[in-house]
């Protein structure tokens, strides 16, 4: 492999003379560095960028956690970090932490022993544990789709807007006639954010809540059968209801799943909804009515963050919410009559 050393000595020039070139200073002259870059081009020289930014070079690395690999949801946001990165001409470093708070801790440590720049979490609790790590390593910390509780951090996040689309996917409900409406969830950050539109939205109109709660899931598989099972159990239960909504996506088309086999027809007999928008929803024998997230933009967000505090880690940048929006499909409709 070609290194500066070679190229300074086929020039017969130092090294950090052909370094500068390469990296576009002005004090070296325009001759100079046309012949280094043109001897580097024939040689196939590939600069060392860690190298680079260990002797302070403006190259930087930022660390982005995936929650779940197994899960194409993240990988939306990660396109969008990646644009920001890479047009400024930075890289990006990706850990999967299988939603697990011990292993973020342990990312934490990594990221400090590799010098990253800056992270960018995605935590699914906040709890001490995580709190402590963050103080022990001192990084440059961006939180990615969670909101930070002001209680405990003064770290910027980018999110979107869960209460409010949650408010808002209730209100279209109402506005169709539906007056009995069930939601399905389990504790996490997110989910509890949507649970308080609906429960809000509900309360605001005098309305009865209809809540199934079960313990948290860790895989789309999961969740699909935790809402085919919650529906039974609402179905048994509370058989006034006429719509039914999913935390996400994934436990609505559980949902989906147990009214077929019960033969109750959808949106006829009984409205679906979920949120996040996910690419299974549009599939022409689904069509659910969702929410969607501006996951690439959350992304962009989270990136542009991420480098601010990179090149000065003492500018806390102000959090962002970003706008939800409503997708009505084929599955929600107006109550029985």
């Not at 086929?10 to 370094?19: E, K």
């Not at 040689?43 to 930014?53: D, E, F, L, S």
């Not at 930022?62 to 899960?71: E, K």
């Not at 308080?196 to 999961?222: C, W």
């Amino acid at each position: 492999m070609t290194t500066i050393k070679d190229l300074a000595r086929i020039l017969n020039i130092s090294p950090s003379t052909v370094s500068r070139a390469i990296n576009g200073s002005t004090e070296i002259s325009s001759e100079t560095t046309k012949k280094v870059l043109e001897l580097a081009e024939k040689m196939n020289y590939i600069p060392n960028k860690y190298a680079q930014q260990l002797v302070g070079k403006d190259v930087l690395t930022v660390g982005f956690t995936i929650p779940d690999i197994s899960d194409s949801f993240f990988s939306q946001s990660a396109v969008g970090v990646e644009e920001i990165l890479h047009k400024h001409g930075h890289d990006i470093a990706y850990h999967t932490i299988q939603r697990s708070t011990k292993k973020l801790c342990e990312f934490l440590i990594r990221a400090k022993e590799l010098r990253y720049s800056s992270v960018i979490i995605t935590p699914e609790h906040w709890d001490d544990e995580i709190i402590q790590y963050i103080h022990k390593t001192q990084l440059p910390v961006v939180v990615l789709r969670r909101k930070t509780p002001d209680s405990i951090l003064n770290l910027p996040y980018v999110d979107s807007d869960h209460y409010g689309g949650a408010c808002e996917l209730t209100r279209y409900l109402l506005d169709l006639g539906h007056r009995h409406i069930a939601f399905i969830t389990y504790d996490v950050l997110v989910f509890n954010e949507r649970r308080m539109g609906y429960e809000d939205t509900m309360l605001r109109n005098a309305l009865p809540q209809y809540i199934y709660e079960s313990e948290p899931k860790v895989n789309s598989d999961d969740l699909i059968h935790l809402g085919y099972e919650a529906t039974k159990e609402i179905l048994h239960l509370y058989p006034q209801v006429t719509a039914i909504i999913g935390a996400n996506d994934m436990l609505a088309i559980g949902v989906l799943q147990a009214l077929y086999e019960a033969g109750i027809q959808v949106p006829e007999q009984m409205s679906v909804a979920g949120f996040d928008n996910r690419s299974i929803t549009d599939l022409f024998n689904i069509q659910l009515t969702t929410v969607s997230q501006p996951l690439r933009e959350l992304g962009n967000q989270a990136g542009e963050m991420a480098l601010k505090m990179a090149q000065s880690p003492t500018s806390i940048p102000t959090s962002v919410v970003l706008k939800t929006r409503l997708i009505v499909r084929s599955t929600t409709a107006s109550p029985p009559i």
